[in-house]
């Protein structure tokens, strides 16, 4: 089944996927692991970050192949103190995978290497947002309020942004 990238963020997308990357945000990049380096696209999902390798089958123009999936919880990266194209990104142990991974991801320039981080970070902090949103709904606690004027201006990004408005400590201990 082809999934458009722009509904991904309800969808769970899996290795072998194919994604439609019409109209996506994709920014090129080589992984760099200890046994070889390819070339991919990094797409930044609401939940996930992943990397397509394109579909070169015929009539498959603007369609990738997912070749790796991880959640963006457990995403972390950092700039490699040696190269300022490169970064050094980690996943945590966590249910999809048993151990750690580490990979250096290699971009054409410093510009798309810190646009990269930036979305990585904006990701994983809309992704914390929102669940900080959904647990105080869940338990109804007063205060935490979800901000759709900032979205529908353009700038809250795939997760909207959430705001905790005037919680106090009372409110989070009682």
């Known amino acids: 089944a ?4 722009q509904s991904t963020g309800s969808l ?3 290795k072998g996927d194919i994604l439609n990357l ?9 992984v760099i692991t200890d046994k070889d380096a390819e070339k991919r696209f990094l797409v930044i999902d609401t939940h996930q970050l992943i ?3 394109p579909d070169n089958a015929p009539g498959r123009l ?3 192949v997912v070749q790796f999936v991880a959640p963006l919880q457990c995403v972390d990266a950092r ?11 980690s996943i945590e142990k966590s249910p999809a995978f048993t151990a750690p991974v580490s990979a250096r991801f290699l971009f054409e320039d410093h510009i798309r290497c810190f646009a990269a981080k930036t979305r990585l970070k904006q990701g994983r902090e809309s992704l914390h947002k929102l669940k900080g949103f959904k647990l105080c709904h869940l338990l109804d606690i007063p205060g935490y309020q979800h901000n759709t004027e900032e979205q529908s201006a353009g700038g809250a990004g795939p997760v909207s942004e959430l705001r905790m408005s005037q919680m106090s400590d009372e409110t989070l201990q009682g």
């Open 62 to 64: 603007g369609h990738g």
């Open 12 to 14: 769970q997308v899996s």
């Open 51 to 53: 990397l397509v390798e």
């Open 22 to 30: 019409n109209n996506s945000d994709l920014i090129a990049c080589s």
């Open 79 to 89: 700039p490699d103190k040696d190269n300022n194209r490169a970064l050094v990104v």
């Open 2 to 5: 082809v999934v458009s990238t």
